[in-house]
């Protein structure tokens, strides 16, 4: 363990360095290929496995264990050059119950890849949630290929937050794919702030197979400059009373440009799923109520992208 | 003099006359309101007054305070003095109601943000980090809308269909604001086509058609408002000016 990094890593984070002293909050914090923090708790198991460039990390959550405050995750590289393979295995058993914190930091980025491939199984009555919080530098030099599958049992819940609104975005591209059992709770939500000639993919792929499963897409993302963002969403409803939703919006100005290409398929005459798409410039009514309480133009418009990615 | 002066008026919009020579004089420290059937030019006109997108392009002049206003902006018109309280007001995912309420106050303070949700209802505690998004029902936005005004203590005050959307306790609670807002010396022109509004102005302006058919003070305009314009007997097309003394 590098006490050295992994305060560095907190600070870059914004983590309070107090919360991994405390016994009671698990935490894993790993600075490119090496772990520099760990500490699980009772019912928490988490293995790390060094491989070339990363790790390869097992999370099991037993039975009925449920984790009452969030784990600290921190995934960064302070080296400014560099690859960083993650390869993570999470299994939620049965009646258990966990929120996760992810921290993902670059701070020095010059050409760094952050690749994160997880599987997650989440099973019956069992609760996942994952709040992923990137916090870059302002240099581009950064891409960010977080791809999971994830399986949810029956009446399990996992809901997935993905947050990129401080510094550079540089490239990214999510592919998210989920199954979902009997009465199970799905939602995924992501948050951009992509500028300069930063580009965003965002793939989120939902699959409603049980009866009464639910599900929610949601994307916001604030382009600028030149940057570019696409959002595939796909959600495919197959259980009876199976119900979805889609959602995304993303802001356009200067030069970005913004797509949306939403699926959505019902396979069942008892299914629903609807959908709702917003692409383009601040909305001309929101603005103009903001400037007729004295803002400028663009003090209105950051407050509404602000808004949007909050 | 009036706090706002609006001379000769007129806007076209796709070939069509919306405003016809407008001409009135608001005045300071009073209630107005702007009354007339739907389709009559009243909302164009506010709009036109706080300089919205798509209404700027007027002949004719705006005064605000004697300075003329035609080439400000909508902030610009904003941070001279004048605010606009939308009859459907905008909805924003992510901004709290604090921050949506303290984005016109000149000094920002906590104190002041609550007096104003205070006063138009909303208890601060229940509502200060709420969204000012869909979650509101529509009373609540306009209390929202109306507060976020009155954190700004700006002297002059439009209000389009104060009324609309909003069951009888609020427009109870509205009316009571917009004395409140009286007595401590703000101008108000409230855009309505409802006598129960109307009938909280001191002068009232009628509109018909584009342009200002009658100007006097409320008790005049609301019983030829109530026995002519309820429903409107001539199309929204009159035929002579001077009602009153036909």
Known sequence: MNADDAVLLSKSAGIEAELLKKNNIAHLFINHDKVVGIHAVPGLEIETTPIKDGLDIQVLLRKQTQVKHPVQMCFGMLPKRGIQRINMDVVIEEHASIDVIAHCTFPNAVDVQHIMNATISIKDHASYSYFERHVHGQKSGITVVPKAKIHLGSHARYQTDFELIKGRVGVIDIDYETTCADYSTLEMNARINATHDDVVKIKEVGHLNGEHAHGVLLSRVAVRDTADASVFSELTASGAYARGHVDCKEIVQDQGTVSAIPVVKVNHPKAHITHEASLGSVDSKQLQTLMARGLSEDQAIDMIIQGLLQ | ?246
């Open chain 2, 1 to 246: 003099m009036g706090i706002l002066e609006i001379k000769n008026v007129s806007l076209q919009m796709d070939g069509k006359k919306i405003l016809d020579e407008v001409s009135v004089d608001v005045w300071e420290g009073h209630i107005h309101a702007l009354v007339g059937t739907n389709g009559a030019g009243k909302s164009t006109l506010a709009s036109v007054i706080m300089g919205l997108e798509g209404y700027r392009d007027i002949t004719g002049d705006l005064f605000f305070n004697g300075e003329r206003i035609n080439d400000l902006s909508i902030d610009a018109r904003a941070r001279k003095g004048i605010s606009f309280g939308w009859q459907e007001p905008a909805r924003f995912e992510g901004i709290s109601i604090e921050s949506f309420v303290s984005a016109g106050m000149k000094e920002k303070n906590k104190k002041s943000i609550n007096a104003a949700l205070q006063q138009v209802g909303l208890n601060p505690d229940e509502y200060l980090h709420r969204s000012v998004d869909t979650t509101l029902s529509g009373g609540e936005r306009k209390k929202v809308e109306l507060a976020s005004i009155i954190a700004m203590d700006p002297p002059f005050i439009m209000l389009d269909e104060p009324d609309s959307g909003i069951d009888v306790g609020t427009l109870k609670k509205m009316a009571e604001v917009i004395k409140a807002l009286k007595k401590k010396g703000t101008t108000i022109l409230l855009i309505t086509h409802s006598l129960e509004v109307l009938k909280l102005a001191d002068h009232a302006f009628l509109m018909c058609n584009g342009t200002i058919i009658e100007k006097a003070t409320a008790d005049k305009i609301i019983p030829y408002f109530e026995n002519n314009c309820i429903p409107c007997d001539h199309k929204n097309e009159p035929t002579t000016k001077g009602v009153l003394e036909s």
